[in-house]
Structures are given as C-alpha cells and as structure tokens.
C-alpha cells in the first residue's frame, strides 16, 4: 500500500534505450496501478534524447581481434565461451581458438583448441602439437589421457595415466588423474576397481558433497547398497539440495 517507486534496469548493448513493465495481483490479473508522472521527471527530463546505450566489453574485444594476434584470438574466444554470447551454428569460439593455436602454439592455445575442437581429427592434431611441445608436462600428460579415454579405445590412456601417478602429484593434477583411471575401470566393467580408487581419492576431499555422492555412485555400482545409502545420507547432509541423492534416500525409504 501506499507509493512505491520501481527501478528497472535495462541491458542494451545497442539501439535505443526502453521497456515494458507489467503489474499483477497475486492471481496474475492486472492490478489497479495509479502511476505518478512526477516521479518520473528526474530520471526523463535531463535529455531531450534517448540516451546512449553504455559501452560493453564485446566491442573491445572484437576490436582487438581484428589484428589476429593470438593473444587477442584466444581472449575474444574466452569471452564469448564464458558469456554464452556465442551463435551455436557459427562456432566462433571453436574457429577463433584454432585460429589463436595455430599463430602461438602454446599449452594454453592448444588446451582451448582441443577442448572446443568439433571434429577428432582436429582434436588429435592439436594434441600432437602439446605433446611434441611439452612430452613430460603432466597438464599435457593429463590431456592426453583425457583425448584418448574420450576415443575408441579408452583403455590407452592408461598408459598415460601410469606415468602420471609415477610422479606421485599430491594437488587437483594428481585426483584428476587417479577419478580419470576410476571412470576407465568403470567403463570396463571393473566396478571394484573404480571404487577402490573413488574411496582413496574421497579421503582426500572429506566435506565435499560431490565426492559423497560419486562414492554412493561406485558402491552402488559395486553391489554394495548399505554403503551407497550411507553415503547418499552423507552427501544430503553435506548439501541439502542434492535433489538426486534425497530421491535415492526417499526410493530407499519406500522399498
């Protein structure tokens, strides 16, 4: 009851500025709105024209892309990949990312390229490059296992993988490798294999609602669904809103 003014912020990259507002009681119907000219005096009256619409980072970035630098490559594709700003059916990030590995091959570059790459035979190329740049890097090592465990044959990234743990990493590198090697042995239909290794790499991470629920995930797969409960409990109470795991526990419940 009683005045109340309404801010509407309205993001324009370009065009004139506008909106429409709309109203409703709780039911959805129209509600009976007096609206107040006055209020308004102070955010119209100051132009006789629409405003201009405010600067966006885009236009800077595809400014600097025109040099085809591949630093301002790989920035433009960035930007469009964490914005979501991209056309699907143009794949500009995947062609600016290739665009920016094949002027400056570096990790980074390469990384981007395979990682938005559509065709395998791109993905290979480029993997080849990292490895011919960088053989013993475990990023790189870890990549290429990644390539591989994602082709026709997933079991020849463990190879890779071996010489990853030979180096016996103790941060995020080091688990990315040993849960790669759990999904493989899945994969295999080695069950306990995967799960032994969830439940290594999971005392590394106490307290974190995703390993609970991978490690419900490995002992269900493994037959042993006390356990799989139990964790499945562990992770709800770690993360109240881990809506698959409460529907195991209320499935579990109604059996």
């Keep these: 009851a009683g005045a109340n003014r309404l801010l509407v912020k309205s993001c324009v990259a370009e065009g004139s500025w506008g909106f429409y507002f709309r109203v409703t009681d709780v039911r959805g119907g129209p509600a009976n709105v007096e609206v107040s000219p006055s209020s308004m005096v102070d955010v119209v009256a100051s132009s006789g024209r629409p405003r201009p619409a405010p600067a966006t980072a885009l236009p800077f970035f595809e400014a600097a892309a025109e040099r085809a630098s591949a630093s301002a490559l790989y920035d433009l594709a960035r930007y469009l990949e964490y914005t979501d700003s991209e056309d699907p059916a143009e794949g500009r990030v995947r062609q600016l990312a290739a665009r920016a590995a094949e002027a400056d091959p570096s990790i980074a570059n390469l990384e981007f390229a395979i990682r938005t790459a559509a065709q395998r035979a791109d993905i290979n190329r480029f993997m080849q490059r990292a490895i011919a740049r960088a053989p013993n890097d475990p990023n790189v090592m ?8 994602a082709g026709l044959f997933p079991d ?3 190879p890779v993988l071996d010489r990853i743990d030979a180096l016996e990493l103790a941060g995020v590198l080091g688990m990315q490798a040993r849960l790669l090697r759990a999904d493989i042995f899945a994969n295999m239909d080695l069950p306990m294999a995967a799960r032994r ?6 005392q ?15 002992a269900s797969a493994a037959g042993d669904q006390d356990a799989a409960i139990a964790l499945r409990g562990e992770a709800v109470a770690l993360s109240f809103t881990d809506r698959a795991s409460r ?5 579990d419940a109604w059996s």
């Design 142 to 149: 870890l990549l290429d296992a990644q390539v591989k465990r």
């Design 156 to 158: 020849s990234a463990l």
């Design 197 to 202: 290794i969830l439940e290594e790499v999971g």
């Design 204 to 218: 590394r991470a106490l307290g974190a609602p995703g390993f609970a629920r991978a490690r419900a995930e490995a």
């Design 247 to 251: 529907r195991v526990l209320v499935a």
